[in-house]
């Protein structure tokens, strides 16, 4: 495991007893295909704002983080060789899949929980979450594809989430969510073996991917024209770890199959395109 702590001046917001923003995994095999992300795999909260004023048993809820996605993709990596870059920070500190200054980058409710720490957060405030810990993620993310490109090396981007069965009093139906936009044709690829596993798959459902309601796989997937997922699994079979090895397991198993139906269809991608 590999630390990569911040090196920018907003480093006197996170304390040293902080964590790093950026947490790395895996990468044993440099060349894999595969680039995990996980914007929402962590709970940290900086020292310099407390407890965000919001009860512990709220912050552990689908509005803290998203369960169980850490040790999915910690596994996932392990199982692939690929490399895995979580966010350690609670999305209610700052979410990091939305461009900063969106309305929803730093909400002061959520599932009908009030964020007190997020009321009246000034632009000076807003901007140093933004630095020490949306940049430093992002950045690296960055420098990963950077490298991949330099290299030669063919990269599916595959973005980790989960999601709450339950919203607004609708029980959601589906196992998994395959989220896709402009360039829908890996996600339909997987769409196709999540549900060969005898799954019920939403396809942008429970959300849909947009320009604006998401930040990572439209910047570092669609605006480098690399092939690119979003994968949302429900929360409810993740939560034990019997569940997350079962899910690692699946994908280890369905991505590779999917990479290579996507090369059957469209042939291998062409690396040097990437802007
Ligand atoms: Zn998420």
């Keep these: 495991m590999t630390d990569n702590r911040s090196q920018l001046s907003s480093s006197s917001f996170l304390t040293?007893?902080?964590?790093?923003?950026?947490?790395?995994?895996?990468?044993?095999?440099?060349?894999?295909?595969?680039?995990?992300?996980s914007d929402h795999a962590g709970q940290a909260i900086p020292s310099a704002l407390g407890d965000l004023g919001v009860p512990e048993a709220e912050r552990a809820r689908h509005?803290?983080?998203?369960?169980?996605?850490?040790?999915?993709?910690?596994?996932?990596?392990?199982?692939?060789?690929?490399?895995?870059?979580?966010?350690?920070?609670?999305?209610?500190?700052?979410?990091?899949?939305?461009?900063?200054?969106?309305q929803t980058a730093i909400v002061t409710v959520s599932d009908g929980t009030p964020v007190p720490a997020n009321q009246d957060v000034s632009a000076t405030e807003?901007?140093?979450?933004?630095?020490?810990?949306?940049?430093?993620?992002?950045?690296?993310?960055?420098?990963?594809?950077?490298?991949?490109?330099?290299?030669?090396?063919?990269?599916?981007?595959?973005?980790?989430?989960s999601f709450t069965p339950e919203m607004q009093n609708f029980r959601r139906p589906w196992h998994c969510g395959v989220l896709h936009n402009h360039d829908p044709r890996f996600g339909r690829i997987i769409i196709d073996c999540l549900s060969e596993e005898g799954l019920t798959v939403g396809d942008n459902e429970p959300y849909e991917l947009t320009d604006t309601s998401d930040y990572t796989v439209p910047v570092h997937?669609?605006?480098?024209?690399?092939?690119?997922?979003?994968?949302e699994i429900r929360q409810d079979l993740i939560t034990a770890e019997t569940g997350q090895k079962e899910w690692a397991e699946r994908l280890a198993r369905?991505?590779?199959?999917?990479?290579?139906?996507y090369h059957e269809q469209y042939g291998s991608h062409p690396v040097t395109e990437a802007e």
């Design 16 to 37: 040293p007893e902080d964590p790093s923003p950026v947490v790395v995994h895996g990468g044993t095999d440099p060349r894999s295909p595969l680039l995990l992300v």
């Design 63 to 102: 509005i803290g983080w998203d369960i169980g996605i850490d040790g999915v993709g910690r596994m996932l990596a392990d199982l692939t060789g690929a490399l895995l870059i979580e966010q350690s920070y609670s999305r209610l500190v700052i979410d990091c899949n939305r461009a900063p200054g969106h």
């Design 126 to 161: 807003a901007a140093l979450r933004t630095q020490a810990i949306f940049d430093p993620y992002h950045t690296r993310i960055g420098e990963e594809l950077d490298r991949r490109e330099d290299e030669g090396i063919e990269t599916f981007l595959i973005a980790l989430h």
């Design 221 to 231: 997937g669609e605006r480098r024209r690399i092939p690119h997922v979003e994968i």
């Design 254 to 261: 369905v991505l590779p199959e999917a990479i290579k139906r």
